[in-house]
């Protein structure tokens, strides 16, 4: 009868560790499956994120690269067509949005005329730009202005395309160059 409760004894305490064994098993996957599920999370997260950045990154690019367009000018001329409101509207809008921005702008000619005609034209071109702009709401100490006249062509061609090309004024973020957005 000893040996028979020894048994019994030996056989309770087996099945107690075998309990306690499935038990803790069950609680380690429990605690796995929420610590997964947690990574998991935040994996997701992250994702989200990353890809909220990169496309804010995106965002950034297209809004730098529209204020960076260039308006093209007719031969001789300072008045801004009706593609050049278009971008300098688009233009308006951002610096609108982002106060802080201040933009250079410089008005350049082709190579024909003399160079001091040519430095008036692009000075004409480049306050012809900071005046619709002004008129569009954005602060006049915003806009630096200045002319390059024939001295920076961005074409060295010496034909019409080339010409053409080299007529217009540029655009360079000065400052207030973090994030750019758009409401």
């Not at 350049?108 to 569009?136: F, H, P, Q």
Request: aromatic fraction near 4%; hydrophobic fraction near 45%; glycine fraction near 8%.
């Amino acid at each position: 009868a000893s040996e028979i409760a020894m048994r019994k004894h030996v056989q309770d305490s087996l099945d107690a560790v075998a309990l306690a064994s499935s038990d803790s098993l069950d609680r380690a996957r429990r605690i796995a499956l929420m610590g997964r599920a947690d990574s998991i999370e935040t994996a997701r997260l992250a994702f989200e994120a990353t890809r909220a950045a990169e496309q804010a990154a995106a965002k950034n690019g297209l809004l730098r690269d529209e204020l960076g367009m260039v308006v093209l000018f007719d031969v001789a001329r300072s008045e801004i067509s009706s593609e050049g409101r278009a971008a300098l509207d688009r233009k308006a809008a951002i610096l609108e949005a982002n106060p802080g921005v201040r933009l250079q702008i410089t008005g350049a000619c082709d190579e024909r005329g003399s160079e001091s005609y040519n430095m008036a034209l692009g000075e004409r071109r480049t306050s012809a730009v900071r005046t619709y702009l002004i008129g569009k709401g954005v602060a006049a100490e915003r806009l630096d202005g200045m002319s390059s006249g024939e001295t920076s062509p961005v074409d060295a061609g010496h034909d019409e395309a080339a010409w053409a090309r080299n007529r217009r004024t540029e655009f360079a973020i000065v400052s207030g160059n973090a994030l750019l957005a758009m409401e």
